[in-house]
């Protein structure tokens, strides 16, 4: 059984010292509640001196303020409460009218200097409110689409892929020059005309199947047909007046061959590349297909029929868009995972990289084979040489380093490679012999 304090003093200490420290010791035991409550009180009477002060500081700062609070700018876009979002202004103001008013009386004190404050905040808060939500239902609501006639000729070109388009038509272009023969002026023209409508057609298809993949991609998401400038029906209406024409200029103005290709084309474009970037990385290889055939076309619309020079053209276009597409790729792989595209870049990067080296040096190669096959001269592998050994050593970065830059290196190189190429091409053309041309001019 424990001692109390002063057993415990009085046995350590005897006599008058034991017995003055035995006093001290219980009077100090009897006050100890006294003193407790007597520390709570002044404690107690403190704070309610701080609440108070606290209080008069945030009346004058009310006070002082008052102006201000009223003109408080809302946020630029606050998060909208869900039931204001599907009730009227009306109504939304009737819920706040309903609110009981709490009295000053009934509020503690330490709530009586917020009370203006907060009225202010609460009616500035559910007017910027009911005004979110008069806007969320305007924005949800149908609008009538105005086109300009001025601005249609530049929606239809973005919608056409002009800048593609004029390529394509180059291209064809280079087919036909090159092509054994004479150089027939109606005939280019009419290749020309109705490859670039083909063209166009493709090229509109393509993006009005696209557009829900497109509007998730950086690069695509100003397109026409995304941003709302056109109608989708306005959309395949051009498409189908530049696919008729463009097919009826080939097939009757050149020969069925060609239109033949030219349809062909549309269709692997629309109905075989455009569904199949979605699902396998094969889509390049199908791209690239599309982009050899028209070059063909312009030399079976000069000669009518497909040889071995028809066969070079299209593997020389066929061959440079790997380095030339997969290294644009390498830059946009964010943006074709967002828009759930199936690339090389993205899901298999070593593969395209590997791809493009390879291509870069099949270039060297075609440019070998056009003197045996008699497209060019023997000049031209020589002359060549230098531009597609660049663009090899450019793939080759791109191979061993994998990043931005040597991609974008890659890129551009390829952007003045191709259209050089096809120059010295169309310089060291094989001339034909000038004795046979003579001969057979009479006949």
């Known amino acids: 059984m424990a001692a109390s304090p002063h057993t415990l003093s009085s046995r350590l200490l005897t006599g008058s010292v034991g017995g003055s420290v035995w006093y001290l010791e219980r009077r100090a035991i009897k006050e100890l509640p006294h003193k407790v409550t007597h520390l709570l009180r002044n404690v107690n009477n403190q704070w309610v001196m701080v609440q108070h002060l606290s209080f008069l500081k945030r009346m004058y700062v009310t006070q002082l303020h008052r102006g201000l609070s009223q003109r408080v700018k809302p946020k ?48 500035s808060i559910v007017e910027h409110s009911v005004d979110t939500a008069k806007e969320t239902k305007e924005e949800k609501q149908w609008k009538e689409m105005k086109l300009h006639a001025d601005d249609l000729p530049g929606i239809l070109a973005r919608l056409s892929k002009i800048k593609l388009t004029a390529l394509v038509v180059s291209t064809t272009s280079a087919g036909f ?45 100003n397109r026409p047909l995304v941003r709302g400038q056109i109608s989708p029906l306005l959309a395949v209406s051009f498409a189908a007046c530049c696919a008729v024409p463009g097919v009826a200029l080939l097939t009757w ?18 109905c075989c590349y455009t569904p199949l970037k979605r699902i396998s990385i094969a889509n390049t290889w199908v791209g690239a297909v599309v982009g050899a055939i028209p070059p063909v076309m312009g030399w079976t619309a000069a000669t009518g029929s497909l040889d071995a020079g028809a066969l070079l053209l299209g593997g020389i276009l066929y061959s440079w868009q790997f380095p030339h597409f997969n290294a644009l790729s390498w830059g946009l792989r964010e943006d ?78 390829s952007l003045w490679h191709l259209p050089l190429l096809l120059l010295l091409m169309l310089t060291c053309k094989q001339r034909p012999g000038r004795e046979g041309d003579k001969g057979e001019a009479p006949s």
């Open 253 to 270: 103005g050149v020969n069925p061959l060609t239109g033949a290709l030219g349809v062909f084309n549309i269709f692997l474009y629309t």
């Open 336 to 413: 074709y995972s967002r828009g759930g595209y199936c690339m090389m870049s993205v899901t298999h990067p070593a593969l395209c990289r590997r791809v493009a080296l390879r291509h870069c040096l099949a270039l060297i190669a075609l440019s070998t084979a056009a003197p045996v096959l008699d497209v060019t001269t023997w000049a031209f592998p020589i002359i060549s040489l230098p531009i597609n050994l660049y663009i090899s050593y450019l793939g080759f970065r791109f191979y061993v380093d994998a990043d931005r830059r040597s991609s974008r290196k890659l890129f551009f190189c």
């Open 76 to 123: 630029p876009e606050p998060a909208t409460s869900p039931f204001l979002e599907h009730m009227s202004s009306g109504q939304a103001r009737a819920e706040v009218d309903e609110l009981p008013s709490l009295s000053a009386s009934s509020l503690p004190l330490s709530q009586k200097p917020n009370e203006e404050l907060m009225e202010l905040e609460a009616t």
């Open 177 to 221: 020059a090159l092509a054994p023969g004479p150089f027939d002026w109606p005939c280019f023209l009419l290749t020309s005309l109705g490859t670039g409508l083909a063209s166009c057609a493709a090229n509109s298809i393509n993006q009005f199947f696209e557009v829900p993949f497109d509007s998730n991609m950086n690069r695509t998401k």
